[in-house]
């Protein structure tokens, strides 16, 4: 019998991952004041960006390759991934970046389930977290650590759902210091069930009913060549839409590519103000 789903509440979460000994912080999620959020890829080493619309051909949940310089355009710029609550997703930066991709995906009154994802590989090529980010979370914000182990090298997945409180319970719960939250075992009320960080905006907020269920997992399947990344994605469809075959999304995928971006930026554009 699972129990009342209570989340840790806080306007931003500060995300790192520690392993094999290395901690870093990957990415800031930020709930919006009007119902919405906000994930921050502030702190990878390499600014050289793909991003685009894209469509994945086959059934949700299943895999498959993108070829990110067919319709993508290229950014120099650290932008953020932003999902309102009209549904309008896209990747922005203010007085940085024009807002080109896009695209209307579930309002998140409707929405339920899978929000975005952030992968990476190569957590050294990450910013090491300053001494405000040990400080005891607050409303304002929270350090949030996920602990891969002994993992190394092997890239990792940061899975956002999106849940209203009446669709999700708790049935199971992580050990980790009494002040900071702490890791659960979701179930929706399809029988998915779910784990990690239980999050929502402050009490009395406008969408404090809202929840993210913030989870991180290991890829050692993942064919990786060692080249250090991060992707994120964002932009799903849900409901009705979500069984389309054709289902969109938006992605932004940052590596080095020191020596091909010039010809990258001319062939496909890019989205910088000013360039």
Avoid at 128 to 152: I, V
Avoid at 165 to 173: K, L, Q, T
């Amino acid at each position: 019998m699972g129990v009342e789903a209570v989340p840790f509440r806080s306007w931003k979460f500060l995300v790192a991952l520690e392993s094999a000994g290395v901690c870093r912080k990957v990415f800031q999620l930020q709930f919006e004041r009007g119902v919405g959020l906000f994930v921050h890829l502030s702190y990878f080493t390499h600014t050289h960006g793909l991003l685009g619309r894209y469509t994945h051909n086959g059934p949700p949940g299943s895999s498959g390759n993108i070829e990110l310089q067919e319709g993508g355009i290229t950014t120099t710029r650290r932008v953020k991934y932003a999902h309102h609550l009209s549904g309008e997703a896209h990747f922005s930066q203010t007085n940085q970046v024009k807002t080109l991709v896009r695209k209307q995906a579930a309002p998140l009154a409707d929405a339920s389930g899978h929000m975005f994802t952030v992968q990476l590989g190569g957590l050294e090529h990450f910013n090491e977290l300053a001494e405000r980010d040990h400080q005891s979370p607050s409303s304002n914000r929270t350090t949030l650590t996920f602990r891969m182990g002994e993992l190394g090298a092997v890239p990792v997945r940061f899975v956002g759902r999106w849940f209203h409180s009446s669709s999700i319970e708790i049935v199971g719960r992580g050990k980790l210091p009494v002040d900071r939250p702490n890791p659960v075992g979701l179930m929706s009320k399809d029988g998915t069930v779910v784990g990690g960080f239980l999050l929502a905006p402050p009490d009395g907020s406008l969408g404090e009913e809202f929840r993210i269920a913030l989870a991180c997992v290991p890829m050692p399947e993942l064919n990786w060549s060692g080249q250090p990344f991060l992707l994120c994605l964002g932009g799903f469809d849900h409901g009705e839409a979500i069984n389309d075959e054709q289902s969109g999304f938006i992605t932004v995928h940052y590596t080095d590519r020191t020596e091909t971006f010039d010809n990258l930026q001319k062939m496909l554009g890019t989205i910088d103000l000013g360039e």
